[in-house]
C-alpha cells in the first residue's frame, strides 16, 4: 500500500511543533549561556517554526497540487542546514547546548 504523499506534511507538524513550543516560551535553555538580548530573536525563531507548521498543516488537509509540490519542496530545503549542523556536531564532537530538547 503506497504511502499518502500528505505524510511529510504531518510529520513535519508533529516534529517541529514541539520544538517550536520549546523556542518560544524556554528560549533561555536553547543556548549554553544565552544573553537575555537573544530571548527576542530565540522567541521569533519558534514563531517562524510554529508558522511553519501551521502550513504544513493546511497543506495536509489539502488534495496534492502544485503549490503543495513546492511547499514540500521549500520544507525540505529549510531542513538541510539545521541537519548539516547536526551531522557536523555529531561527528566533530560539538559542545552541547543548554537541555534544549537534547538532540544534536
Keep these: 500500500m503506497p504511502l499518502d504523499p500528505r505524510y511529510p506534511f504531518w510529520v513535519h507538524g508533529l516534529i517541529e511543533l514541539p ?3 520549546n523556542f518560544l516560551l524556554r528560549p533561555s535553555e536553547q543556548l549554553s549561556s544565552p544573553a537575555p538580548q537573544a530571548h527576542p530573536i530565540i522567541r521569533q525563531y519558534g ?3 510554529l508558522s511553519s507548521v501551521i502550513v504544513a498543516l493546511i497543506f495536509g488537509t489539502q488534495p496534492i497540487s502544485t503549490s503543495s509540490q513546492n511547499v514540500a ?3 525540505a530545503l529549510y531542513h538541510l542546514a539545521p541537519l548539516a549542523r547536526a551531522f557536523r556536531r555529531i561527528y566533530e564532537g560539538g559542545v552541547q547546548y543548554g ?3 537534547g538532540g544534536p
Design 99 to 101: 537541555k534544549g530538547l
Design 47 to 49: 514563531t517562524l517554526l
Design 19 to 21: 520544538a517550536g513550543l
Design 73 to 75: 519542496g521549500a520544507l
